[in-house]
């Protein structure tokens, strides 16, 4: 079976508003990195840039349980000796929730050149508003999560 290609005329890159405002960080970033793919398009192909672009408000308002907030560590390194530095996630999220977004995104796209040209259609904003509306994005609910548990 060959691999359907789409031709560049079949493509159309939409914007998204999300609204982060008591959003569980993890399924968050997974309906962002679906739209940043492309994979909610019937044209999607693996290896093209399909995907659409996403602005996310309210970056510092998501819902981190404290357990995770406390336990859950970003490392970083500056590639000099002893240069590992760590942070919590309470703090990164308290000094910028826009980094918290991006990289639990960036972890879920491709490696390579077209994962970091996915990932440069992300635009992340930790109030209310932001400078897009020229581009007339749409607002896009996220999808409702039922809770069925019984006691």
Do not use: C
Request: glycine share 8%.
């Amino acid at each position: 079976m060959r691999t359907y290609t789409p031709k560049a005329s079949e493509i159309t890159h939409d914007w998204h508003v999300i609204d982060a405002d008591g959003a569980v960080l993890g399924r968050l970033a997974t309906e962002i990195a679906t739209l940043l793919r492309g994979k909610h398009k019937p044209i999607f192909a693996p290896h093209i840039d399909t995907g659409d672009h996403v602005i996310v408000v309210n970056a510092s308002k998501i819902a981190v349980s404290p357990r995770k907030g406390h336990d859950k560590i970003y490392y970083r390194h500056s590639q000099y000796p002893g240069g590992l530095s760590s942070e919590r996630l309470e703090d990164l999220l308290a000094r910028n929730p826009e980094r918290v977004v991006k990289l639990a995104v960036r972890r879920m796209l491709p490696k390579g050149p077209l994962g970091r040209r996915q990932l440069k259609k992300l635009k992340v904003h930790g109030g209310p508003s932001h400078p897009h509306q020229a581009q007339q994005p749409k607002v896009r609910p996220l999808p409702a999560r039922s809770i069925a548990r019984t006691a």
